[in-house]
């Protein structure tokens, strides 16, 4: 591992990249935590600071070059899933949406929890800022990801599945949603020009 991270370290330095210095929007900071403040989920102002801050600062460094509506997206959906990630261990009724998210979704339910009505609509938003391909990704990565959530705290109590909840959790999430949002639909509106890039 030491000699992959000395590689990379080298390349990057021989390209001459010089990391940025990332600006904090605070249009953008007022409007998360406004979203965040309304689920009423934390009894904690600053829980909901420290998610806020994560949320957009994920945000201003992977999409700073892309216009507000795209940070906006990003840091929201990181919001979202973040606070259903961070609280399905311990709250039932975070796990219950979550399990039943997908089936929610598709049937136009409601969703039982503010951060996943919001995460919905972010969905339905998402052929509007990117590609079909783009998109469907997206909420595909999403739909996976709440299941690995409340699976991975569902069969933990089974003896015989020691191994399984990390496996899945490694396996599908909404990480791989992230490289999706980089490519926004006004740029093209095929994906022959990223999709190569994609891990």
């Not at 311990?90 to 503010?114: I, M, T, Y």
């Not at 990801?145 to 909404?174: K, N």
Request: proline share 4%; net charge negative.
């Amino acid at each position: 591992m030491a000699t992959i991270k000395e590689i990379t370290v080298n390349f990057i330095k021989s390209t001459g990249w010089k990391p940025r210095k990332t600006l904090e929007d605070p249009a953008l900071r007022t409007e998360v935590m406004q979203e965040i403040q309304s689920w009423n989920a934390h009894d904690d102002h600053e829980a909901a600071e420290m998610l806020a801050d994560t949320s957009c600062s994920i945000a201003e460094k992977m999409y700073g070059l892309m216009s507000y509506d795209y940070r906006r997206y990003g840091a929201l959906y990181t919001a979202c899933c973040a606070y259903v990630d961070d609280t399905v261990a311990s709250n039932s009724v975070v796990l219950d949406a979550a399990r039943k998210f997908g089936s929610r979704f598709a049937r136009g339910e409601p969703l039982c929890l503010p951060a996943l009505e919001r995460l919905a609509a972010l969905l339905k938003e998402a052929h509007t800022l990117f590609t079909d391909a783009g998109a469907n990704a997206i909420i595909t990565c999403t739909m996976d990801g709440m299941s690995a959530m409340a699976l991975e705290h569902t069969t933990t109590a089974i003896p015989q599945v020691t191994r399984w909840p990390e496996y899945l959790r490694s396996r599908v999430g909404v990480s791989m949603a992230y490289a999706h949002f980089g490519f926004a639909r006004s740029w093209r509106e095929t994906p022959e020009s990223y999709i190569q890039l994609l891990p």
